[in-house]
């Protein structure tokens, strides 16, 4: 019960301090809304909102899909073929001294306005993590585990598919959580850099337009949406990983034997 | 069948652990090396499982029906390496299972009825987190048994274990293992004493195998017989005025 008044708590306690600063610094409202008026605007402008928010959800989620597949198919090749890890290794992690966002001009130049550049933002965003984690996670199969399979006579595949993925599992499951905290990050950089849906433009276009109100409450419904999209994702990786939730000691929590 | 190894040498750090060595493992009985840590027991053992580090160890394995060793070997490790996200029921059927193809009814009959054997008939749906640490290694036990290898080898199996749950579980192997090929690493000579036909003792350096001791009588020996009390006085000398 108290797990649950905490959070509603600290909200109420946030919202009504933040109405306190707006009365006593007497803030005019294309400065800092008070949230009342943000929750007006919010309800008012609903369908406007929900219009854009709709297009930047596409977004993410094609983002984190084809992000997530493409690390986790990388990875898996990496693992695999030695030679491609000597060579495409160092090209990854050289490529990550390149900030993504300074990407986002370029790609809206190759891939245009549309969904397209923000989709491809969102999964380069992602991409690296996940690779990272996965690969990570698929280097670090117990030794015990391994040799156990080799003397049940499994080849390298079966060893790949049934021993080091499951054990990788845990490892995709962080990369997973980053990916979902960092996609709304690049599909909202890619709409401030250039397009004319979506959140990130919806708020480019109020702030020019004075309508701080507007923009307080598309910011409400990101962070809402990412907030979902994490704890949707946090689930998932758990439905994947079973094992590591019904454990009852530390001492059998992923750990290496 | 019996089963030959010849001129095993080990090199670690470009020192000779030892070479030149011969083991004879006689069909049928429990054959111990007794050893200290880093005297190259567990090598010997990865080298008949197929699983050694094939640069620093070499030696040539001979079967008495012609054939070769590799794939006929069961392993159990000192770490029950049960799998964390498969099933108990599913770890006994592991071998099935990365042999690719279906597991038949035949099969999951077989490894409940090894599961009933080691006592843990009615955890067959838990997973490996919800069992004890001396739970967890029967399971294992029935995984090396499912497998059904002309060879057992067994890596200091109990060696993590408390010492009653190891008692229980040594008396359980005992049992299971009756008239099978085993050879089993350990450092701890009641151990040996207590359910091998043959121990070896491996020590020096660079290491050698001692003669075999027999112990009479039927394994798994009790732990308060003169035989076995006098002669564990005896190892345990052996082992620790090679450590002084």
Redesign the interface.
């Given at each position: 019960m108290m797990s649950l008044l905490r959070p509603i708590g600290i909200t109420l306690g946030l919202l009504l301090s933040w109405q306190l600063i707006v009365w006593l610094t007497d803030a005019p409202r294309f400065i800092l809304p008070g949230p009342l008026l943000v929750f007006n605007t919010l309800i008012d402008q609903f369908p406007l909102l929900m219009k854009h928010a709709g297009v930047t959800l596409a977004e993410i989620l094609l983002g984190m899909l084809l992000g997530a597949g493409l690390g986790l198919i990388s990875a898996l090749s990496l693992i695999t073929w030695g030679r491609l890890r000597r060579w495409l290794l160092p090209v990854l992690v050289i490529s990550q001294a390149i900030p993504v966002f300074a990407l986002a001009p370029v790609l809206m130049l190759w891939l245009g306005y549309g969904m397209t550049s923000k989709v491809a933002m969102a999964t380069l965003i992602i991409y690296f993590p996940v690779t990272a984690a996965c690969f990570d996670g698929l280097r670090q199969t117990?030794t015990?585990?391994l040799?156990?399979?080799?003397?049940?006579?499994?080849g390298r595949r079966?060893q790949l598919l049934?021993?080091r993925l499951?054990?990788a599992?845990p490892a995709f499951g962080s990369g997973l959580r980053v990916a979902a905290s960092v996609a709304p990050i690049g599909a909202v950089v890619g709409e401030w850099v250039g397009s004319s849906t979506g959140l990130g433009y919806l708020m480019l276009h109020a702030n020019a337009r004075m309508q701080v109100d507007l923009m307080f409450a598309a910011l409400l419904v990101l962070a809402v949406m990412a907030l979902a999209l994490y704890f949707s994702v946090n689930l998932i990786a758990r439905r994947l990983?079973?094992?590591?939730n019904?454990?009852?000691?530390s001492v059998?929590?992923?750990d290496t034997? | 069948m019996d089963i030959r190894l010849e001129q095993a040498s080990l090199h670690w750090q470009h020192h000779c652990v030892f070479s030149d060595l011969n083991l004879t493992l006689p069909g049928g009985q429990w054959t111990s090396i007794l050893g200290q840590s880093g005297v190259g027991k567990s090598s010997l053992l990865?080298l008949l499982?197929?699983?050694a580090d094939e640069a620093a160890i070499t030696g040539q394995i001979f079967c008495s029906d012609g054939q070769p060793l590799a794939?006929r070997?069961?392993?159990m490790?000192q770490?029950?390496?049960l799998?964390?996200?498969l099933s108990v029921l599913d770890n006994v059927l592991?071998?099935a299972?990365?042999?690719?193809g279906t597991v038949g009814s035949e099969q999951v009959e077989q490894a409940r009825h090894l599961l009933v054997q080691v006592e843990l008939g009615n955890r067959a749906n838990a997973?490996?987190?919800?069992l004890s640490g001396g739970q967890r290694q029967r399971v294992a036990l029935a995984r090396t048994l499912f497998?059904d290898q002309p060879l057992v080898c067994m890596d200091e199996p109990f060696s993590a274990l408390d010492a009653i749950t190891r008692l229980k579980l040594q008396d359980l192997a005992a049992e299971l293992l009756a008239d099978r090929t085993v050879l089993m690493i350990t450092h701890d000579p009641l151990e040996a004493l207590r359910l091998s036909d043959r121990i070896l003792v491996l020590r020096g350096a660079p290491a050698r195998l001692s003669d075999p001791i027999i112990p009479a009588g039927q394994t798994p020996r009790a732990i308060h017989d003169q035989q076995v009390l006098q002669l564990q006085a005896q190892l345990l000398e052996l082992l620790a005025g090679e450590a002084s």
């Open positions: 117990p015990g585990y040799q156990l399979a080799r003397t049940l006579g499994a079966t049934q021993i499951p054990a599992l990983t079973p094992w590591l019904e454990s009852t000691s059998t929590r992923g034997p | 990865q499982c197929g699983i794939g070997v069961a392993w490790a770490q029950d390496l799998l964390p996200w592991l071998g299972r990365l042999q690719g997973r490996p987190a919800q497998q």
